[in-house]
């Protein structure tokens, strides 16, 4: 059973600083890895997805990366700002179903 | 282009009573899946509807059923609602099925069984 860790459970950065959150799964036959965010009673946006194929995707402040043979993969968020604030979960897509296993999330607070 | 929208934003049921939620998908999706997040547990996996089918099944107990639409609109049910069924129900659409890529996620809906 694909289990999905997030570490830490909680962050808390001034602004400007560069940080990075980490994912671990334990199943490396994996389909693709979504980084998603979520504001407080709100539902999910999709950050950046990595096809397995891939090693890392970039959107503006935001870069994640795969390293599906260790089973992990890391989100860099540069220059953070208080609009950052919020829980980042990761989620797997495993090949066997479409189906995600999401990771418990963390949440980050930035301080201005 | 809309989002994904989901109703009733909030509603609050009593233990025994049976609740239904409704997603409608991004216009062109057809695949709806649907999870329910807990403080314990977390974000799980209910179920995924495509072109009117279920899919894939999550494990939960069969007080949790669903049902997709000719229109790609679905719906979930719980029956005979218990204290641990409180939760935010989301729904999330996608173009395709299998090896989906990009889910798009709704507002969701939030349940409280007192």
């Known amino acids: 059973k694909q289990e999905v860790t997030q570490i830490p459970a909680a962050l808390s950065v001034p602004e400007g600083e560069n940080l990075v959150l980490n994912c671990s799964f334990t199943d490396s036959a994996i389909y693709n890895l979504q980084w998603f965010r979520q504001d407080p009673g709100k539902g999910l946006t999709s950050l950046l997805l990595i096809q397995s194929s891939q090693r890392e995707q970039t959107s503006g402040r935001l870069n994640a990366s795969l390293d599906k043979s260790s089973g992990r993969s890391t989100l860099y968020i540069a220059a953070s700002q208080p609009g950052d604030s919020a829980t980042y979960l990761c989620a797997v897509e495993e090949t066997s179903g479409s189906r995600l296993t999401f990771g418990e999330g963390t949440q980050l607070t930035v301080n201005p | 282009k809309a989002g994904v929208t989901q109703t009733p934003r909030y509603l609050i049921k009593t233990r025994g009573q049976q609740v239904t939620l409704s997603c409608s998908p991004i216009?062109?999706?057809?695949?709806v899946s649907w999870y329910q997040q807990t403080p314990g547990q977390g974000l799980q996996f209910l179920f995924e509807y495509f072109s009117e089918t279920q899919r894939n099944k999550g494990n939960f107990p069969g007080r949790f059923s669903g049902r997709q639409f000719s229109n790609s609109r679905s719906e979930m049910n719980v029956s005979t609602l218990e204290l641990g069924d409180s939760a935010l129900y989301l729904c999330a659409s996608s173009i395709t099925l299998a090896f989906t890529g990009e889910l798009f996620f709704g507002e969701g809906s939030r349940l409280t069984v007192l």
């Open positions: 216009s062109g999706h057809r695949s």
